[in-house]
């Protein structure tokens, strides 16, 4: 007597049916085909899964092109999506460095004539400095501007983990966990500010004077300040504790103010992009470039309005920061020479009242031209970016 499965069983997608002559079928014919892969083919019910090797006919919602090149084109998305970001990544923190490193140096250089208000201005004198001394002084600091940014995030992550400190706030939101969430990027800043001021110092310091630094040596020298040793500094270096209070206000405003104005551009993005319904032919491609691109352009309009905003903020900051480290930078009125940095701040106020009478209102924008050029090869290279995306699907749909 052969078993026979009760009519209940369905398997997958099987239903056991008696065969000629009232007897069940073979154990064999009960066999089917391994499972599909998730999200490779969607079964409805009633169907079967084809053998091996049979031909798959179209379902009624299938695209032919995507129908048989949905695996491949799948990856590429992946692929693609993968390559956006870290092309975008690449321009913030490596294509645009040398627009830093000037806008830095045009901070705090009080002796300045030549304010640097415009992107003319600015690619000028980078070719000045990069004819007279190399295209390494353009990238000079940019190793310690990548372990500033990982100490920021390990000691976020640290304090978050060892304290109710929330580091992202949920849906349900109230004004106790933004204050705790806001304490807890302001105490992050304050934490990584001695290695903050030492990257300052490697990203202005002229490449004529200033030797071979190491990989570590920003973190050497964040813990000389902490700790009192180390590179012998002035009478007129700033406690750390006067640092405190600009370094803390402008690092919470800027994640206030970046993560309010992402907020409204892609709440904007994703409403035009409901209206705006892409049609039956380019329904795979314009989905995708949906996917990955708001969350670009609104980090890229962020991360702009904020280091608007807060420039002048930043250039005081920088300022007292770099006051009393002996630090010699380029002069950026001619493009070659150096010029030593001894100012005599008291204070955050004292800096501000002194800027505004011997330099103007004007002076707290001293190299905001960078910014221009900064911002411009983001937005150049995330178009570029777009087009070679959007061939490449168009290529694969």
């Known amino acids: 007597m052969h078993p026979r499965r009760p009519d209940g069983f369905d398997g997958l997608g099987y239903r056991g049916e008696p065969g000629p002559g009232g007897r069940a079928s073979e154990p064999g014919h009960w066999v089917s085909s391994p499972p599909d892969i998730p999200g490779s ?45 870290l092309a975008s990544l690449f321009t913030e923190n490596v294509l645009a460095h040398p627009c830093i490193v000037l806008r830095r140096q045009c901070q705090v250089n009080y002796h300045a004539r030549n304010y640097h208000l415009t992107p003319f201005t600015i690619v000028n004198i980078m070719y000045s ?28 992550g640290i304090i978050s983990e060892c304290t109710p400190l929330p580091r992202e706030l949920s849906h349900k939101w109230n004004l106790k966990q933004i204050g705790g969430h806001l304490l807890l990027k302001g105490l992050t800043h304050v934490i990584a500010m001695p290695f903050y001021s030492a990257s300052l110092i490697e990203t202005v310091q002229s490449e004529i004077i200033r030797d071979n630094p190491g990989i570590l040596d920003c973190v050497r020298e964040g813990i000389g300040r902490v700790v009192g040793l180390g590179v012998p500094h002035s009478k007129r270096l700033l406690p750390l504790m006067v640092l405190v209070f600009p370094t803390a206000v402008h690092g919470v405003l800027h994640y206030v103010i970046s993560s309010i104005v992402q907020k409204l551009v892609l709440f904007v993005l994703k409403r035009d992009n409901s209206h705006n319904l892409p049609t039956e032919s380019s329904t795979s491609v314009q989905s995708m470039l949906d996917a990955y691109f708001p ?25 007292l920061h770099i006051q009393g480290t ?7 009125d001619l493009g070659y020479e150096v010029l030593p940095i001894n100012t005599q701040y008291e204070g955050m106020r004292d800096c501000i009242n002194t800027i505004k009478r011997e330099e103007g209102m004007l002076g707290f924008y001293k190299g905001f031209g960078a910014v221009i050029v900064q911002y411009t090869l983001h937005v150049a290279v995330l178009q570029l ?6 061939t490449l699907l168009q290529n694969v749909s």
Request: net charge neutral; glycine share 16%.
């Open 326 to 332: 002996r630090t010699i930078i380029d002069n950026t």
């Open 295 to 319: 969350e670009l352009i609104a980090s890229f309009a962020a991360s702009l309005c904020a280091d608007v905003m807060l420039y002048p903020l930043e250039t005081v900051l920088h300022r």
């Open 41 to 85: 083919r969607n079964l409805h019910w009633g169907e079967k899964t084809p053998p091996y090797g049979a031909g798959t006919p179209l379902g009624l919602n299938e695209e032919p092109g995507l129908g048989a090149g949905g695996p491949g084109a799948e990856q590429l998305n992946r692929f693609a999506g993968f390559g956006i970001g």
């Open 385 to 390: 970016t777009k087009i070679i995306y959007s």
């Open 129 to 156: 400095i990069n004819k007279t001394q190399g295209p390494r002084a353009l990238w000079k600091g940019m190793g310690s501007t990548f372990i500033v940014q990982g100490i920021t995030l390990g000691t976020e």
